[in-house]
């Protein structure tokens, strides 16, 4: 039905912008992007930096959450071992996946990580979307695939962050030594352009 995007640098209150939208809508599903249980599907816990906390689906891949026989606590669910009509592998998997297909909004954390992003929301294309995330890298690179959505979403809104000059901060920049791309134990300030 829609898609709306967000979008902005580290610390720029995307998270907060996000709790906040939930306290607008009726019946939705938050999906935060997991950067520690790669594959599976688990109810989380989504917090902002000042420690406010909402409910979520933790996922590191969209479709992770409608796929019924992922790995899950070592065991593969697969319906190859589902012989029985009265055999639910796994009532969770089924609840969270039917929660999801049900919704008719749909809020993505850190929705540049997804690597299905842009399929998953065409996929649903019926449903509403917000969406949220970087739209830079702390090189201003593209990151993930958010910028893709761009040509298909109703709004886009760029928050900023507070520079340490006072100014509004539109850039993440790293100040630890990682190189690579994705780094999320790296550290970051948001800066303006010009203490870039």
């Not at 702390?138 to 109703?154: M, R, T, V």
Request: glycine share 4%; proline share 4%.
């Amino acid at each position: 039905m829609a898609l709306h995007i967000t979008l902005g640098c580290m610390y720029a209150s995307k998270t907060t912008s996000l709790i906040e939208k939930t306290k607008k809508l009726e019946s939705f599903i938050v999906l935060d992007y997991d950067t520690e249980r790669n594959g599976l599907v688990y109810d989380g816990i989504l917090t902002n930096h000042e420690g406010v906390s909402i409910p979520c689906i933790k996922c590191s891949s969209l479709y992770d959450v409608l796929d019924i026989y992922k790995i899950k606590n070592n065991f593969q669910y697969s319906h190859e071992f589902d012989f029985r009509d009265d055999y639910i592998a796994s009532p969770e998997m089924y609840e969270t996946r039917n929660k999801v297909l049900k919704a008719p909004v749909l809020l993505i954390n850190e929705a540049q990580f997804y690597p299905d992003l842009v399929e998953f929301v065409k996929e649903f294309h019926t449903k509403t979307f917000y969406v949220y995330g970087l739209d830079g890298d702390f090189k201003q690179e593209k990151i993930g695939h958010i910028l893709d959505l761009i040509p298909l979403c109703d709004s886009v809104t760029k928050l900023t962050a507070r520079c340490s000059c006072s100014k509004p901060a539109i850039f993440s920049k790293r100040v630890s030594d990682e190189t690579d791309q994705y780094q999320p134990n790296a550290t970051y300030i948001p800066v303006c352009r010009i203490c870039l």
